[in-house]
Nanobody, 118 residues
Framework: QVQLVESGGGLVQPGGSLTLSCAVS????????MSWYRQAPGKERELVAS????????NYADSVKGRFTISRINAKNTLYLQIFNLKPEDTALYYC???????????WGQGIQVTVSS
């Protein structure tokens, strides 16, 4: 059974930081490029960051460059998203996703809430 389980979200003050984790099981994690998406209230889901299978290539949305860092540890079947200098506009449900060979989401996690507020 394929599972992607996000953790590490919560309520954070502006300027704070946190690390999201995505624990994967049921498929060969090291064979899939991975991404983090987010969906804010009333907005469409947007791609935040992506990482290739080996973890050597990353891409970020312009809105998060310099503040977000995506990484992975294949031996632990886990994907990470470090978020620094959080802003209220980062408030959203954050999802991890495994990508197919065309770079499209193939598996999804259930999402984890990040709320940035004072």
């Amino acid at each position: 059974q394929v599972q992607l389980v996000e953790s590490g979200g919560g309520l954070v003050q502006p300027g704070g930081s946190l690390t999201l984790s995505c624990a994967v099981s049921g498929f060969t994690f090291s064979s899939y490029a991975m991404s983090w998406y987010r969906q804010a209230p009333g907005k469409e889901r947007e791609l935040v960051a992506s990482i290739n299978t080996a973890g050597r290539m990353t891409n970020y949305a312009d809105s998060v460059k310099g503040r977000f860092t995506i990484s992975r540890i294949n031996a632990k079947n886990t994907l990470y998203l470090q978020i620094f200098n959080l802003k209220p506009e980062d408030t959203a449900l954050y999802y991890c996703s495994a990508l197919d060979g065309l770079g499209s989401p193939y598996y999804w996690g259930q999402g984890i809430q990040v709320t940035v507020s004072s």
